[in-house]
C-alpha cells in the first residue's frame, strides 16, 4: 500500500521546517524560536510556530466573534456595507501582512497581532473609551489595555509575549512603542486601513463628496478606496527598505496626516456624529452606573475576584456588542409610554 503523502505531489511541511523557512527573513525579523515566552511553558505544536498557534487562538476566541457587531464608525448603519470592526480587523491584517510579505517580516505574527488589535473595543466605537475613562479617573480607558486584558484575563489563550506587546502598543498613542517590526506594520496597516474605509463609508453615507477631499490627498494617493490603500502601502515599504526600520517618508506621512485631519473635521466629529457619540456616552454611562448598583448582575465570568467594581462592571460593558448594549439598555431603562401606551 502506497504510504499516505508520499508521491502524491505533497510534502510534509511541520513546525520545525517552518521555523528553519524564518532563517531567510530579514535581519530584524522575528523569529518564532528567539520568541521571550508564554506565560506559562507549553508543549510546541506539531505543525505550527508559536506565532501561527497565537493567531488561531486569537480567531477561535469569543471576543474576536464579537467584533462582527460592533460599530466601526456610523452607529447601527442600516446598509450591509458599512464597515464593522471586524472588517476592520480583517482589513488592517491584510495590509500588515502585504508590509511584512513585503519587508521579509514574520507575516504570522504581524497578522496575530492585528487580528487581536482591536476585541477590546467597547460597543460604538472609540465613543467607549470617552464614556469609560470617568470611571478610572485619572488613568484613562484604552480599548489596547482592554485587548490585553481580554488575552490575559478574561479569555487567557497564554500568548507569546510579542503577540501581547504588538496589541498593547498597536496605537500610536501609546508609550512605550512596540518593539518588534511586525507590530509596527499592524501600527500603519491600523491607520492605512481606517483612513480608506471609513472614507468610502463617508462617501457611501453621503457625508462626504469626492471632489471634497483635500488636493494633496488626491494627487499623492489618487481615488479613494484601492489606489490609496496600495500607494500608502508603497510609501511605507519604499522608506522602510531605505532607512532599514519599519516607516513611512516624511512627505507622504504628512499628506496622511492632512487627511487624518480632514477626516477627523468632516466625519469623525461631524455634529450629526457628534449627535450619535452623546446617546452612545449615555447608553454606556447608564449601564455602567446599574451594574456599579447592582454588581450581582454581572456574569460571573466578568467578576474577576482580585479586579475593583470598575473594571468587573467595564469589562462586561466593554465585551458588549452594539445590539446587545441597547437592547440591555432597553430593558434596563424603559421609556414610559405616552398615553396609557395608545
Excluded at 505531489?9 to 513546525?15: A, I, Q, S
Excluded at 491607520?191 to 488636493?215: K, M, N, Q, S
Aim: aromatic share 8%; charged share 30%.
Amino acid at each position: 500500500m502506497q504510504e499516505i503523502g508520499r508521491n502524491v505531489g505533497l510534502v510534509r511541511r511541520d513546525r520545525l521546517a517552518r521555523e528553519a523557512e524564518e532563517a531567510a527573513l530579514s535581519p530584524s525579523a522575528t523569529r518564532s524560536t528567539a520568541s521571550r515566552g508564554r506565560e506559562r511553558d507549553e508543549e510546541p505544536d506539531e505543525y505550527r510556530t508559536a506565532f501561527e498557534r497565537d493567531r488561531d487562538r486569537i480567531i477561535h476566541s469569543k471576543a474576536f466573534r464579537r467584533l462582527k457587531h460592533k460599530t466601526q464608525v456610523f452607529l447601527n448603519p442600516e446598509g450591509d456595507h458599512f464597515v464593522t470592526r471586524l472588517t476592520h480587523t480583517m482589513q488592517v491584517t491584510q495590509v500588515a501582512r502585504s508590509l511584512a510579505a513585503a519587508l521579509s517580516l514574520n507575516e504570522p505574527l504581524a497578522e496575530a497581532i492585528a487580528l487581536g488589535h482591536d476585541v477590546g473595543h467597547s460597543p460604538f466605537g472609540h465613543t467607549g473609551e470617552e464614556a469609560l475613562s470617568p470611571y478610572f479617573a485619572p488613568a484613562e480607558w484604552h480599548h489596547a489595555a482592554q485587548s490585553v486584558r481580554i488575552f490575559e484575563v478574561l479569555e487567557d489563550l497564554n500568548l507569546t509575549w510579542e503577540v501581547r506587546d504588538g496589541i498593547r502598543a498597536h496605537s500610536w498613542k501609546i508609550d512605550p512603542p512596540p518593539i518588534t517590526p511586525e507590530a509596527f506594520c499592524v501600527r500603519f496597516a491600523d491607520r492605512i486601513a481606517y483612513l480608506a474605509h471609513d472614507a468610502l463609508d463617508a462617501l457611501r453615507a453621503g457625508v462626504l463628496e469626492e471632489a471634497e477631499f483635500p488636493t494633496a490627498v488626491r494627487d499623492r494617493f489618487g481615488e479613494p478606496g484601492r489606489a490609496w490603500v496600495g500607494s500608502m502601502i508603497g510609501a511605507v515599504v519604499d522608506e522602510s527598505l531605505r532607512t532599514g526600520a519599519v516607516r513611512m517618508d516624511g512627505p507622504t506621512l504628512a499628506v496622511m496626516n492632512e487627511l487624518r485631519d480632514f477626516m477627523f473635521a468632516r466625519v469623525y466629529q461631524a455634529e450629526e456624529q457628534l449627535r450619535q457619540q452623546r446617546r452612545a456616552i449615555g447608553v454606556i454611562r447608564d449601564l455602567m452606573d446599574w451594574h456599579l448598583d447592582h454588581p450581582d448582575e454581572i456574569p460571573i465570568t466578568y467578576r474577576q475576584v482580585d479586579a475593583s467594581p470598575q473594571t468587573q462592571a467595564a469589562d462586561y460593558i466593554a465585551g458588549m456588542t452594539d445590539r446587545f448594549a441597547l437592547a440591555t439598555h432597553d430593558r434596563l431603562f424603559p421609556v414610559a409610554p405616552e398615553d396609557g401606551g395608545r
